[in-house]
């Protein structure tokens, strides 16, 4: 069976510092990899997508990049964080014909 | 530009009710639409889908009713537990990349 595996489960960093959370997928192969984030009082917002390695698509333009070292591994990073980089990071995969999505746990954010 | 929009933000109702939640969409290259529930500190779990050649699906407690020319689909749940307290994301896909989601309903369910 399929599982998806995020961490930290949660965070806390000062503003400037550096950023690097971690998603891998097991049990597929090739599979579609998304960044979302939930910040309070919004929905979720699609950060990032990729379709294979190295293939990354963003949605939103802001100061967090998104790499796909290996086919099943995903990475939200960030150079210098923002307070308003502050938010729930949601790693989720699907396969390539398929719609629906399997999120894992999620991230907790804080930017102090 | 929120094409996905939950008009709602939270949803009280009793237990053994109907929990009736509601989305809006504008994009009409939308084909197939999805919810999705969250407890909190968790990512949220797919619930029940539809694909736009259908006005409803069924699953169990859980209905999903599309309105095409409204732009429209809800989530009915019943009856409704306590159990089912959570936040329902709405979604919809023009494809087979990108999610799109709305900003959630909480629902609380009364003991």
């Known amino acids: 069976s399929q599982t998806i595996h995020q961490w930290p489960a949660t965070l806390v960093q000062p503003v400037g510092s550096p950023l690097s959370l971690e998603c891998t997928v097991e049990?597929?192969?090739?599979?579609?990899l998304y960044w979302y984030r939930q910040a309070a009082g919004r929905g979720l917002q699609l950060l990032f997508y990729?379709?294979?390695?190295?293939?990354i698509s963003s949605e939103v333009p802001q100061n967090l990049s998104a790499s796909r070292p290996q086919d099943r591994q995903f990475i939200l990073s960030s150079k210098k964080l923002l307070l308003s980089d502050s938010g729930f990071y949601l790693c989720?995969?699907?396969?390539?014909?398929?719609?629906?999505?399997?999120f894992g746990s999620g991230t907790r954010l804080t930017v102090v | 530009d929120q094409q996905v929009k939950q008009n709602s933000p939270s949803l009280s109702v009793q237990e053994g009710r109907i929990s009736i939640l509601n989305c809006d969409y504008t994009?009409?290259?939308?084909?197939?639409f999805l919810w999705y529930k969250k407890y909190p500190a968790e990512g949220p779990t797919f619930l029940i889908s539809?694909?736009?050649?259908?006005d409803k699906n069924e699953d169990g407690r859980f209905t999903v009713f599309l309105n095409k020319s409204a732009k429209h689909l809800s989530l009915h749940i019943v009856p409704s537990q306590p159990g089912d307290s959570a936040v329902y994301f709405c979604?919809?896909?023009?494809?087979?990349?990108?999610?799109?989601f709305g900003t959630g309903t909480r629902l609380t369910v009364i003991p």
């Open positions: 994009n009409s290259m939308f084909d197939y």
């Open positions: 990729s379709v294979g390695i190295g293939q």
């Open positions: 979604a919809a896909s023009a494809g087979a990349n990108n999610l799109f």
């Open positions: 539809i694909s736009s050649i259908k």
């Open positions: 989720a995969w699907s396969r390539q014909v398929d719609y629906g999505y399997t």
């Open positions: 049990g597929t192969s090739n599979p579609n």
